[in-house]
Structure formats: structure tokens, C-alpha cells
């Protein structure tokens, strides 16, 4: 069991960083946020914000802030994420226009 946790952190910074570069990639090629497969990478980016989170709306929102406040974060530029953000933000607001 002990071995089956230590793997865990890993495969979610792996499922960040992979998640990191298919929307990077997307936001590059100008692909419109409310293409479907846009639609997709944003939910599940929300899913491993909800995960990172606990679920917890408060500790979102914080984060959500902190990137949006901060130039760097833990000594990281933060510059890239919002990028990242703002895009998922319009592709998740297209996913709610009728």
C-alpha cells in the first residue's frame, strides 16, 4: 500500500504537466476555447483543480487568486498559468452559452 501512495503525486504532476501542454498547444495553434475538444481539456483541468483542492470552493478560489495576484509563486512565474487560466475560463464560459 505504502508503495501503491508514493506513486500517486507523481502521475498528478505528470497529469498537470501533460494537461499543461495540450492546452498550450491549443492556445498556440489559436484554437477557438469552445471547440469541443477544447470544451474537454478544461474540464478536465477543472476535475484535477477539484482534486488539488479537495473540493473545497475556498482553497479554488485562493488558488485561482494567488496565480491571478502573484507575479511568481515558490520562486515560478506565473505569467504562463494565467495565460492558461484565462483560456480555460472562456472555454468553460462558451461551454455555458446556450
Known amino acids: 500500500m ?9 502521475r498528478r504532476l ?3 504537466q501533460e494537461l499543461f501542454n495540450q492546452v498550450r498547444a491549443e492556445m498556440d495553434k489559436g484554437t477557438d ?3 469541443p475538444h477544447v470544451q474537454q481539456l ?3 483541468w477543472m476535475g484535477l483543480v477539484r482534486e488539488k483542492s479537495g ?8 488558488m ?11 520562486g515560478k512565474d ?3 498559468m494565467r495565460e492558461m487560466m ?5 472555454a468553460l464560459m462558451a461551454s455555458r452559452s446556450p
Open 55 to 62: 473540493g473545497d470552493p475556498a482553497l479554488e478560489r485562493g
Open 86 to 90: 484565462n483560456y480555460i475560463t472562456r
Open 2 to 10: 505504502e508503495g501503491g501512495r508514493a506513486r500517486r503525486p507523481h
Open 14 to 16: 505528470h497529469g498537470w
Open 42 to 44: 478544461a474540464r478536465q
Open 78 to 80: 506565473t505569467g504562463p
Open 64 to 74: 485561482k487568486t494567488m496565480i491571478e495576484q502573484e507575479s511568481t509563486v515558490l
Open 33 to 35: 476555447p469552445a471547440a
